[in-house]
């Protein structure tokens, strides 16, 4: 589960978009009667005109499940969903309004809170974004969810194992450099982009499969763009050092042969 917060000054507009998207839901609201984002933001200004310093007065969050979990919750479901999460993030007594958006099959909700109590006190936002993250992995954990991070180590093993195995085909055909390397690559069925620097040097690497993409060094460290760099260039030197190794014995024997012959 994800989880994202922000401080905003434009309450009206956001409140707005979040209410007007198509087949949106309002799952829930904390004091506030407003119909649109308009009269909402009023009744937000109330308690913010208590603390006119602070600019960023609104506190924006989205929390999103992932699609498999969001796919099986139901509207209470949800519904405690938010309540949970602004209880932890301690947002619970200031005015609110949340709402669930159905993004083809991905559902998730957007929820908007006073940043201003009803004392005039503005809710500190240092690292907030954090801090949603935190509590959205806690929540996920508590409930039996898979978490962000797991989520994506489990697509960064399973594309990096389908790196490693394209890799282990194009590395015999000893590519002279990363550029032919990628080229060999994409006849594999994966995309490598390559970072440069202004000089032109290889500073990054991401492999391209289908929609999805993983930079090389979460496949491995050795597919970093410098440790990628020095294991085409070792492996090339190695099978052209061999080819004149067995080029030069070739040759020897050719000659020993030869001198055998003529002494027959």
């Not at 969050?61 to 938010?82: A, C, D, M, W, Y």
């Not at 085909?169 to 490598?192: C, H, N, R, T, W």
């Amino acid at each position: 589960m994800i989880g994202k917060a922000q401080s905003i000054s434009h309450a009206s507009n956001a409140i707005n978009y979040a209410m007007e998207k198509k087949a949106a839901i309002e799952i829930s609201r904390n004091k506030v009667a407003g119909e649109n984002g308009k009269e909402i933001a009023r009744e937000f200004r109330v308690f913010q005109n208590l603390n006119a310093r602070c600019q960023r007065n609104t506190i924006s969050l989205v929390l999103s499940p992932t699609i498999p979990v969001g796919r099986q919750l139901t509207n209470e479901e949800f519904k405690n969903l938010s309540d949970d999460f602004l209880t932890r993030m301690n947002l619970q007594k200031n005015q609110s309004i949340t709402f669930l958006h159905h993004d083809e099959d991905h559902l998730h909700l957007h929820i908007f809170v006073n940043r201003i109590d009803y004392n005039g006190k503005a809710y500190k936002d240092h690292f907030i974004s954090k801090k949603a993250q935190r509590i959205a992995e806690s929540m996920a954990k508590a409930r039996g969810y898979k978490t962000a991070k797991e989520i994506q180590k489990e697509k960064e093993n399973r594309l990096g194992k389908q790196v490693k195995e394209a890799h282990s085909k194009v590395l015999p055909q000893i590519p002279s450099d990363i550029f032919e390397y990628a080229d060999l690559m994409k006849s594999q069925g994966i995309e490598l982009h390559l970072k440069q620097a202004s000089n032109g040097k290889v500073v990054g690497t991401k492999f391209h499969i289908g929609d999805e993409s993983i930079k090389g060094s979460a496949v491995d460290r050795s597919f970093s763009a410098a440790n990628l760099q020095k294991t085409i260039q070792g492996n090339f030197e190695y099978h052209i050092q061999n080819r004149n190794q067995y080029r030069k014995e070739y040759r020897r024997n050719q000659i020993q042969t030869r001198t055998n012959k003529f002494r027959i």
